[in-house]
């Protein structure tokens, strides 16, 4: 069996756990909670809810990230969270018609158009 092979069946075996998770939230659940990391970003004053739903987001991209680098997207080297989640908040604001998706799925779409893996 290739490399390439192995590396696609270990993806699949682990988005299995990822899908069982991440499936509950959407989109519009991401774009809610990127608003509240927007504001932090900005320095505005945030509630306890804001802060807890700019972690979420601040996760949910990272487990995205952790669990599709380099075979869904291929990132450079040392790429911050800051920056992934930045990605995806602008992928959420020009793609409001798709944020009825899941929210593994628009992470890693909107990663993989800014890192797409050489073939």
């Not at 290739?2 to 699949?12: E, I, W």
């Not at 899908?19 to 945030?46: H, I, Q, R």
């Not at 990230?65 to 969270?81: H, I, K, M, N, Q």
């Amino acid at each position: 069996m290739g490399f390439t092979m192995k590396k696609t069946l270990a993806l699949f075996s682990a988005l299995i756990p990822l899908y069982s998770v991440a499936g509950f939230y959407n989109g519009n659940d991401l774009d809610y909670w990127a608003s509240s990391l927007s504001k932090s970003n900005k320095g505005l004053p945030l509630t306890a809810s804001n802060e807890s739903d700019a972690s979420a987001f601040q996760g949910y991209v990272a487990g995205v990230y952790d669990t599709g680098e380099g075979v869904l997207f291929c990132p450079p080297e040392r790429s911050a969270l800051k920056q992934m989640t930045d990605i995806v908040t602008d992928y959420l604001i020009k793609h409001p018609e798709k944020r009825n998706a899941q929210g593994a799925d628009l992470v890693s779409i909107a990663l993989s158009e800014k890192f797409p893996c050489k073939k």
